[in-house]
């Protein structure tokens, strides 16, 4: 009977799928695996929620990924990477992720080897080596243009000559550019975020702003909260820029508390901090006695911020556009130590990358 029903009746099926539902998509039938090429089946997906998606930073850990959409946790593959060391995964985009396989584990930040991999379609592509740069010190992927069909990888990384250069993959000419000369600071970890054309990542004594266009480079404060210490997490949610910080006091956690940055130029001089929410006493009195030493994860999915203390069996989602707190339960008990990296990502082909 299926194979009797007319073509728009089957996409009307499928826009009546759950989200989460196309993972499996490609062991029901050719046809409905050759959809997931189809410009229709495109269109859905760029409508379609983000899922959460959990990378655990040792391999032999699984990954798991989070639908908003049915709210359950679904386990997936990650088997098609050729790694044989344990993997860094560098950020998200347009349904890809970025992965840096360290190819030699006493060497590792040394040769560096980048992947775009989409867990959907089970493709991996092994970028060209970089013309510049030779040891990574961060790296992002973002999409280029409204149909988000392709995408660039931007890292900043240090030069034979021990310059800290910037250089930039374009899935279109399918090669690197070199994008401008960074001031030499010290990166606090490898997770960078892009948004309106400017690279975020922390640095020793706040955070660093580079306008790519521009060439234009800010040092950004951090905001306080009074006396206390303030632990920042950086995160992007829909092109904003976030801070969830972590205020301390003699180790110990105190609160919970979100702010976003605001440029009032374009030569970013003139920004300023404007507090989000502050984590409710209700909520944060459970989220404390689970984090250990102040401990926690976040990310940035869509328009929530998503947090998960380290012994902790349920997350934390903060909808920025209502306002409003939500609790999300079963998280696997015996990944509740686990360190993992959160990531959004969208369902999406993207028949680019092969």
Not at 151 to 168: A, F, P, T
Request: aromatic share 12%; with cysteine; hydrophobic share 40%.
């Amino acid at each position: 009977m299926w194979s009797d029903l007319p073509e728009h009746l089957k996409e009307r099926v499928m826009e009546s799928l759950p989200v989460d539902c196309f993972f499996r998509f490609r062991a029901v039938c050719r046809r409905w695996n050759t959809l997931l090429s189809s410009e229709h089946f495109n269109s859905i997906a760029r409508n379609s929620q983000p899922f959460l998606i959990l990378c655990p930073f040792k391999t032999q850990r699984p990954t798991l990924i989070y639908s908003f959409f049915t709210h359950t946790w679904r386990p997936i593959s990650l088997s098609f990477i050729p790694y044989v060391c344990p993997l860094n995964f560098g950020g998200s985009a347009s349904g890809l992720l970025l992965v840096d396989i360290q190819t030699n584990p006493w060497f590792a930040r040394t040769s560096p080897v980048l992947y775009v991999c989409n867990p959907l379609s089970k493709t991996c592509l092994r970028l060209p080596g970089m013309a510049c740069v030779r040891s990574i010190m961060a790296k992002t992927i973002a999409p280029v243009g409204a149909k988000r069909d392709e995408y660039k990888v931007m890292v900043i990384g240090r030069s034979i000559r021990d310059m800290v250069l910037l250089e930039v993959y374009n899935s279109a000419s399918k090669s690197w550019k070199f994008a401008g000369r960074i001031p030499d600071v010290v990166i606090k970890n490898e997770s960078m975020i892009y948004s309106k054309g400017c690279l975020f990542c922390m640095i020793d004594g706040g955070m660093m702003a580079y306008n790519i266009e521009q060439g234009i480079t800010t040092v950004v404060a951090m905001p306080t909260a009074g006396a206390h210490n303030v632990s920042p997490r950086l995160i992007c949610c829909e092109s904003r820029v976030i801070v969830v910080g972590a205020i301390e006091e003699n180790y110990s956690l105190k609160g919970v508390i979100m702010w976003e940055v605001v440029f009032h130029d374009e030569k970013m001089k003139n920004y300023v901090w404007e507090e989000i929410v502050k984590m409710p006493d209700s909520l944060f009195d459970e989220f404390r006695r689970c984090s250990n030493l102040g401990w926690f994860q976040c990310g940035g999915v869509g328009d929530k911020i998503c947090l998960r203390a380290n012994v902790s069996t349920e997350m934390l989602v903060y909808d920025v556009s209502r306002g409003s707190w939500s609790r999300v339960f079963n998280f696997p008990a015996d990944l509740r130590y686990v360190s993992m990296r959160y990531l959004p990502l969208e369902v999406m082909p993207n028949t680019r990358l092969s």
